[in-house]
């Protein structure tokens, strides 16, 4: 193989031979409002997002009354969602609690 090629011959060896022909004419492809495809308006979709539901045995005082404290987190981690329950339940003043469940919802 050479080791010198000129522009011509490096042109040929990409591109192929060179054609002085025209490029077709592309077809309109412009839509008329004869040709428009109306719908039907779109409700507002609801609420698809992962949900988890966390259900936590709560009690203010160690070996007290129990309660049952149900919280819904909006993420796929079921870590995550376990924190939050927690903390909603700190918020409410629970000292104690113990995981029951995660669910996904």
Known sequence: MK?????EEMRH????????EAAPEAQDLRVTSDQQHVS?????PTSRSPKLRVTLRVA??????AEMFVYEASTLSSL??????????????FKYFELVSIESV
């Open 60 to 65: 203010l005082e160690f070996e007290g009354k």
């Open 13 to 20: 060896a990409l591109f192929g031979t060179a054609n002085n």
């Open 3 to 7: 080791d010198n090629l000129s522009e």
């Open 80 to 93: 995550i969602a376990e924190q939050e329950a927690k903390a909603e339940a700190k918020k409410r003043k």
């Open 40 to 44: 039907k308006a779109q409700r507002a």
